[in-house]
């Protein structure tokens, strides 16, 4: 199928586009959000399933749904996305390009080894991704404005290129950052002391779900009992406990705050002779 004229009827482009293997969805005349439940499932590239969708409603906007190996970045101007594209266009290669009807650009390109990336907002200022579960209004379509979302670039120009690995890198979730390693304790350290943390370090370590945060602050006060004695340094201390309030699924936030917590309540806690 031809690309139609960009003056066509927006169904006469949800076609097009679901011949190019895009899921489509229907949207609202002149709007810009799906309204159907389970729109994600629904979305189709079949023509019958399509005609359906639209028989209600042949002047409906469309929407592309991102994800299934595709990702677009989204650049609104009104909120600084267009310094974001001045800075970096040199280094995004050619693509699907769209213009909105509100004056900003859809571009779209392929995700590595087809993975589905997610969707995350604000990558930099007036910039968002749609990724897994988004969808970008398509070209042919009317904006809220009155406006026609146009088509730069697309399919009868230029292959949709990967996304450049940097991008990749913007997208994807932070790392976490590494886990401080305790180093065992330099010397002797009273029996009586070991066995008490590692009581502790083991109760900690089978908490039920919903309890942890309680079980790590009572195990933080027994521990910083020892730490006000003077008996185990506090450095090796915290870094004890974080590192099994972690591993049993606390975020290091939350555990950093709960231990420093308990630490300034406990009193110095006496090893029996």
Known sequence: M????IDAAPLAWAFYFAGQGRRILPIPARAKRPVLKEWQNLATTDPDQLAQLFAAQPNANYGLLMGDGAIAVDIDPRHGGHLWLE???????ETWKFKTGGGGVHLVYRTPDGQDLGN???IA????????????VGPGSIHPSG????????PEHVDMAPAPPWLVELILPPRPAPQRQPKPLAGDVDRYCAAAIADELRRLGQADKGTRNDT???AAFAIGGFVRA?????DWARVVLESRAVSIGLSARESRSTIASAFAAAQPREVPS
């Not at 031809?2 to 004229?5: F, H, I, K, L, T």
């Not at 800075?87 to 290669?93: D, I």
């Not at 200022?125 to 970008?136: H, M």
Request: proline share 7%; hydrophobic share 25%.
């Open 230 to 234: 003077g008996t185990v340094p506090e």
């Open 147 to 154: 406006a026609r979302y146009t088509i730069e670039f697309g």
């Open 216 to 218: 790590l602050n009572k």
């Open 2 to 5: 031809n690309q139609p004229d």
């Open 125 to 136: 200022q007036g910039v968002d991704i749609k990724g897994k579960g988004g969808q970008i």
């Open 87 to 93: 800075v970096n266009e040199h280094r995004l290669p």
């Open 120 to 122: 995350r907002t604000s």
